[in-house]
């Protein structure tokens, strides 16, 4: 099954679930006939009462008033013997407790921490719960929203499928940040499509045009290797962060030192970051929610050092997983590559095999720019995947489809928020599927 029609299975479900919550939410059916008879009798009474019910409702008043009077005295005795019992429970406690009482007060704090670590567990557990299209749907509302406004302003001038239309296509999707040469393929495609399926319908239009990006982003994908590489067992797994500044590099490594703490792995962080104000004091602040330790040095200090230090304390003490975050920026590109190169070799000198990843971080915030810099770096280094944060706060969406067909780079993790559970494991289906779903 290709990926367009992973999609339009989705939507058809997500159809059939709202219309199944629609038709819960309905109003009650119509009452049977014996209920409608006996709502016909009722109606049929006079509006008051005769004086013969009146008198004996009068009647049977004081009855019922005592028997409540002796229900309530029989609760207020049962209370009252209950109390008696608490008190002398409480002023045994706190005999107790005069005898004791700094002993007791740290119990109290001991507690509220307790409570404190068992509400944002509880936090955290509901947010691992939320499905991935959840998280995808929300975090996508801006692309989505922006490409749809975009893709409708387009489709509202549709008059023939000329040539006209297909420029005008072409505009579109540039601006979708899809890039030119991307744009230019998927006008092509439906340019021939239209042909061969006689295509004249706006909502035909629409489909084709969506069921052909989607194609040529699985198409362009089928080579690409998704997935996390691990070191063999007993040896640490060294994962490198590259970037430049300010596109989230500290933050996602905190994230995902966060994310694989949780599933049981040992995790150390190396703060190689030296050069940026702040950098390592902001991971640090990750590691200590994690409670993940972090090897860090004196201000300026040579990252490669650092990393070395790191790489020598992982393969001692057996962790599972390092994670290097480096700088994002030294005088100029050379000297930053540069910087890279000697991290990545001092790394090969204790461990041969390592890195295992390395992980370029981009801002989808940024569109073109990003891809870009991901040119600069996967011309200067190994880069083995990609990290695009601040998707939620973009409408950029499209620069996905620009990463495929340009670099051939995986996209691994995407990010969607400041929660360490809002950075996911990139799905293709969820992203198309949130992308799109208003469309189609």
Same mark, same amino acid.
């Given at each position: ?46 509006? %008051? ?24 005295? *029989? ?73 749809? %406004? ?16 297909? %420029? ?9 940040? *899809? ?28 489909? *084709? ?58 995790? *150390? ?172």
């Amino acid at each position: 099954m290709g990926l367009f029609d992973i999609f339009k299975k989705k939507k058809v479900d997500q159809e059939k679930q709202s219309a199944e919550v629609d038709q819960q939410t309905t109003p009650e059916s119509a009452p049977s006939e014996s209920e409608k008879q006996v709502t016909d009798a009722d109606q049929n009474q006079p509006a %008051e009462k005769s004086a013969n019910a009146v008198a004996t409702d009068q009647q049977n008043l004081p009855a019922k008033e005592g028997a409540a009077e002796g229900i309530t005295g *029989l609760a207020a005795t049962e209370a009252s013997e209950s109390a008696t019992a608490d008190n002398d429970k409480a002023e045994v406690v706190q005999t107790g407790s005069n005898n004791e009482p700094e002993a007791d007060q740290p119990v109290a704090t001991d507690h509220n921490q307790d409570q404190g670590q068992k509400q944002a567990q509880n936090e955290d557990q509901h947010q691992d719960k939320q499905s991935n299209q959840d998280v995808y749907d929300r975090g996508l509302k801006q692309s989505r929203n922006g490409f749809a %406004e975009r893709f409708n302003r387009f489709l509202a001038n549709f008059r023939s499928v000329d040539e006209n239309f297909f %420029e005008e296509l072409e505009d579109t999707l540039i601006g979708a940040d *899809l890039g030119f040469d991307l744009a230019i393929q998927i006008s092509n495609q439906v340019r021939e499509a239209v042909k061969v399926q006689n295509v004249k319908d706006k909502d035909q239009i629409r489909s *084709l045009i969506i069921e052909q990006m989607v194609s040529q982003y699985e198409a362009q994908g089928q080579n690409e290797d998704q997935s996390m590489h691990f070191a063999p067992a007993g040896q640490p797994t060294v994962i490198l962060f590259v970037g430049v500044n300010g596109v989230g590099k500290t933050t996602t490594v905190g994230k995902l030192a966060s994310t694989y703490k949780k599933e049981g792995k040992k995790v *150390l962080l190396a703060a190689a970051d030296t050069f940026r104000a702040g950098a390592v004091k902001q991971l640090q602040e990750w590691g200590n929610r994690a409670d993940v330790p972090v090897v860090a040095g004196p201000e300026k200090a040579d990252p490669a050092s650092i990393v070395y230090t790191a790489v020598e304390r992982a393969k001692e003490e057996h962790y599972d997983v390092l994670f290097v975050d480096t700088a994002g920026r030294l005088q100029n590109n050379v000297n930053l590559m540069q910087e890279l190169s000697k991290i990545n070799r001092v790394v090969k000198k204790v461990l041969p095999d390592a890195p295992q990843e390395v992980l370029l971080v981009l801002d989808a915030t940024t569109g073109q720019n990003a891809l870009q810099q991901a040119k600069l770096f996967q011309d200067s280094s190994d880069v083995t995947g990609i990290v695009l944060t601040k998707m939620d706060g973009t409408a950029k969406g499209g620069i996905v489809f620009a990463i495929r067909d340009s670099l051939h780079l995986p996209v691994k993790w995407i990010g969607f928020g400041e929660k360490a559970t809002d950075l996911r494991v990139f799905s293709a289906e969820d992203f198309v599927y949130g992308m799109f779903k208003d469309l189609v």
